[in-house]
């Protein structure tokens, strides 16, 4: 049998139908009880466990907990009969969860969809073909406050401060969405001179497995240098612009993990501690309603 699966977009909007079609071409006779179509959404995350031998010598090991979202088939038809050569076209709307969870492109903890059509034919393996998709959080929900961020991730501007540092940065737009370009202003006033290697700008995603021995990563997905080396003294302005890799790193809370972000503006100095004027920042993967 020859299976296709075709959607109208593969990125999904939350609570909103995705159209597509299912085509079957059978080599030969079939007999199904129906023909099913699944968002099927799976979370991932890493976590440690110690153990102890007879001996006291204790063993670290990683592992992988996997964990099934719920899903709700739609019964596109039923009972299917096909005989060899002949061919199947079945239109369908398949609705989307109205709160996600987002796809999370992370190593540590992690959320992935699939749209599943499969036959159920009964008495043995039913087959079935997968198409991926991402499935999106948009700005509105952030702003609604359907997602949990930190206190000052949605202003325009935050004050920051560290290590005989202090300053703002202004970001625009916001929430940030990935693939799509920003702006922003950083204002930087230093207690006294200073000879600095570079000023440096990072958006840092951090990730961790919030389970007993979760494990935790920092993903970077924009940087720039804001200055070079040089002396410097007094308040400094910078102005930013990029556009964030197109990864889907939105902020989230999940049953076992979370992702959230900050904007790390870096004095870097030689042979001294890097001060770092931090800001919490919102990340949605579309703009969309």
Do not use: C
């Not at 709160?99 to 969809?113: F, K, N, R």
């Not at 159920?120 to 929900?141: F, H, N």
């Amino acid at each position: 049998m020859d299976w296709q699966l075709e959607l109208d977009r593969d990125r999904l909007l939350p609570g909103r139908l995705v159209d597509g079609r299912v085509t079957l071409m059978a080599q030969r006779g079939i007999e199904a009880r129906a023909l099913l179509i699944t968002l099927l959404g799976k979370e991932h995350w890493r976590y440690e466990v110690t153990t102890t031998d007879s001996e006291g010598r204790s063993h670290t090991e990683r592992r992988t907990g996997r964990d099934d979202l719920p899903r709700v088939p739609v019964l596109l038809g039923g009972p299917i009969h096909l005989a060899a050569g002949e061919r199947l076209e079945m239109p369908f709307q398949l609705p989307m969860p109205p709160l996600g969870p987002p796809t999370l492109e992370a190593d540590v903890s992690g959320v992935s969809w699939t749209v599943e059509a499969k036959l159920d034919v009964g008495g043995g393996m039913d087959p079935s073909i997968e198409a991926p998709v991402r499935v999106l959080q948009p700005t509105a929900l952030l702003r609604a406050g359907a997602v949990r961020v930190a206190q000052f991730a949605l202003f325009p501007s935050a004050d920051a401060a560290g290590d005989g540092v202090t300053g703002s940065i202004a970001l625009d737009p916001v929430p940030l969405v990935p693939g799509e370009p920003f702006t922003g202003r950083v204002v930087v006033r230093l207690e006294g001179p200073a000879r600095l290697q570079e000023v440096r700008a990072e958006l840092r995603v951090n990730v961790e497995a919030t389970v007993s021995g979760g494990l935790e990563e920092t993903l970077t997905p924009w940087a720039a240098v804001l200055a070079p080396a040089g002396e410097v003294a007094g308040e400094l302005a910078f102005a930013l612009a990029g556009t964030i890799d197109d990864v889907a790193l939105p902020t989230v809370v999940l049953p076992h993990g979370r992702a959230w972000a900050e904007l790390h503006v870096i004095l870097a100095r030689a042979w001294a501690r890097d001060p770092h004027l931090v800001r919490d920042v919102a990340i949605a993967t579309t703009r969309e309603l």
